[in-house]
């Protein structure tokens, strides 16, 4: 037998009379609860506004390349041999074939403290002017750490601060941050000063993605929000073949990233095109601001408005049934930040979800970032393995129809163990040739389950749904962190060691993803009672007593019918 949460078969019954809603698709079932969909979809529906509204802020997928994939040609390291015990104007072509990399010649035991580069593919990068090689090789490795370490406190921070003062407030600011340290990562020369910068630019970029994804996921119907949120990633394949673009023909590094830094200034216009997001304006009982909201996108898409008056009530239906939900869960509708944060683990349910779902983002943005480094060392002309793996990007944004025809779970469980087979066939045979295919195919189908970072929002609450795409942006943040480490230093021990490690994670997550439930064509749920209620939902089969206990302690048994 299953048993009903208590508090949520009270709510329940105290809403319809002593009998459990069901969510029915039109007006024949008045006993229903009033969802926002119910409010969007009479007031503007899903249609133009939303495609030029996500196709604009899309850009900024284009831009995030330059942020996070740069290090792989301004942190290139160039052939290179001790230049210790030779003339100061030495060149890397003038030394010896057999001049050691990191002692001197003669001694090993002496470490080197001067090095000369090979200057035919880069004229500089990070490695040339630092000289993060040998036992400085961990510093280049921080480089790009630290900016998933800024990523960690901008998700946190971004994911919070996105719940409580809106989507909109919280990106504008981080967006100018960005902006500001891209142009300025150009004109520092010296390590500290651009480590700092990094982080901060990490900062900046987690931030934006935390506010802006939740925002896409809002603002889109059930039936269209697979769509709307997996196109927004398009640009990204396209950002990383114009990294490679630029890298080609841009060989000096602070020029590189100049160039990088001036597609910033498309982001500028959000200031006056992003709306903010009509379901938490809603929440937050602030009508008349998503009433605004709603009659731009019924002029967009062509719509008829019903009267204010209507649309007023249908809002304040489903703000009070939030708080009666989020009263009859928690006894307290004091909304404080330790209760969002709480609300995440405070149930069996919500605690699966949560890690299981924190774990497969730290395996998944590990292995892509690992997966997207290692490519372009293991292969003999980076340029066209990094473009190659940008076009890999494209189709991993197309893949909505399936998620729609398959089901969120069973495609992400897919996805990962794809990934998974790609890596571990790569001991199969030494070939340059089929390393680069099964690590394009690696890409591609890591990248297909990065890509559905709205599953995370279809099955968390409204309340912390801002909170949980912080978290898992954080778990993210500590998998690409430590992935430089992995691919920089777990290569020493052999050459393909780092693609058994991203293999044995992307595996562990696809299991760790049989624990999440299915979301497609379901409304995303307002509390944590509407989640405990749609597995109890689910979980009955045709027939089946149950038992309901009522606030009063009561019993009430009968047979389910779905």
Known sequence: MNKLPETVVSLQMKQTGGEVPQPVADEANKGRAVLFEDVLERCCGTGRWQVLLVSYMSITWIILPTFSMSMMFIGATPAFKCADGFDTNVTFASLPEDVPQCHLVGNASMSCSRWVFDKSVYESTVVTEWNLVCGRKPMLSMLQSVLMLGGIVGALLGGQLADRFGRRPVFLPVMLLATVCSFSAALVGDYVSFLVIRGFTGFGMASMIASMFVLVTELSDCEHRAALATLVFLPFGFGIMLLAAASYYIRTRWLLQLALAIPCVLLLPNFWLMPESPRWLLIQGRFPEALEILRQGARWNRRKMPSDDEVLKMMS????????????????????????????????????????????????????????????????????????????????????????????????????????????????????????????VGKLSVTSALNMFSYVSEYMPTQQRGLAMGLHQTASRIGGAVSPFVVDLVSGLHELAPSAVFGAMVLLAGLAALLLPETAGKPMPETVADVEAADHRRRPKKGAACELTLSDGSVKTGVTSS
């Open 317 to 440: 239906d489903v703000r009070q049934t939030h708080i009666a939900r989020e009263e009859a869960l928690k006894g307290d509708s004091r909304d404080s930040a330790l209760q969002r944060v709480l609300a995440l683990v405070r149930t069996p349910l919500m605690r699966r979800y949560t890690i299981a779902s924190t774990f497969i983002y730290f395996a998944m943005a590990g292995s892509y970032f690992g997966i997207s480094f290692d490519v372009s060392q293991l292969s003999t002309n980076p340029h066209l393995a990094v473009a190659l793996s940008g076009v890999m990007e494209i189709p991993a944004c197309l893949i909505y129809p399936l998620l729609n025809r398959f089901g969120r779970r069973r495609c992400l469980i897919a996805f990962l163990f794809t990934t998974a087979i790609a890596m571990f066939l790569v001991f199969v045979k030494k070939d340059a040739t089929l390393w680069l295919v099964l690590g394009l």
